[in-house]
């Protein structure tokens, strides 16, 4: 049923935003003259590596110039750039990787293989299921990147708290996962991204592992 789900829905959701599409691909294009889309190499089910479909927000060569990660208001977005990750709309692309089979609508987001490789045997757990456009965590850090800018090391604290805390909410939510949850996580999803919520309980949770690791 997920699968079909997933299928029908990529396909009628391509049909429906063809329009979007469009225009944002020729916003991105009179922004800066550069390709539209992004694609990065990331880690899906199996460990199979797959590209992830992305409209590009920012500057061309952006992974020469900085870290993986994207911190606070991170000088190599496009203008264009924060409006599309402020509504999430780069992600659209990945209804391709949808219909592709590599992707679904809800799973773990994929990494890149470079945070992969720093998985424990216990975190590879999650590479047993398909990656998704968004997740249970993808709702709590839904201002990940705000949150990573209030730290001297991002980096650090993304590898060492958010990650794994991203992990054990996706197995967790795969325990009991269903079609209709997933729908449920859809839906609740497109509310944080029309009403932001503060950041504080994410904070709360990386503040406390931060000091259980000093610890």
Known sequence: MKTIFDFVTAAIGTCLLSPLFVATAVAIKIGDGGPVYFRQERVGKGGR????????????????????ITVGCDARITKVGHWLRKFKLDEMPQLFNVLCGEMSFVGPRPEVPRYVALYSDEQRDVLQLLPGITD????????????????????RV??????????????????????????????????????????????????DRSAKHAA
């Open 136 to 155: 249970p965590s993808s709702i709590k850090y839904r201002d990940e990147s705000s949150l990573l800018a209030q730290h001297e090391d991002p980096e």
């Open 49 to 68: 590596v797959f590209k992830i479909w992305k409209f590009r927000t920012m500057v061309v060569d952006a992974e020469r110039r900085g870290a993986q």
């Open 158 to 207: 993304y590898v060492e708290t958010v990650m794994p805390d991203k992990i054990h909410l996706n197995l967790q939510y795969a325990q009991k996962a269903t079609v209709f949850t997933d729908i449920g996580t859809i839906f609740n999803t497109l509310l944080r991204v029309a009403v932001p919520v503060p950041i504080e309980s994410a904070q709360v949770a990386s503040n």
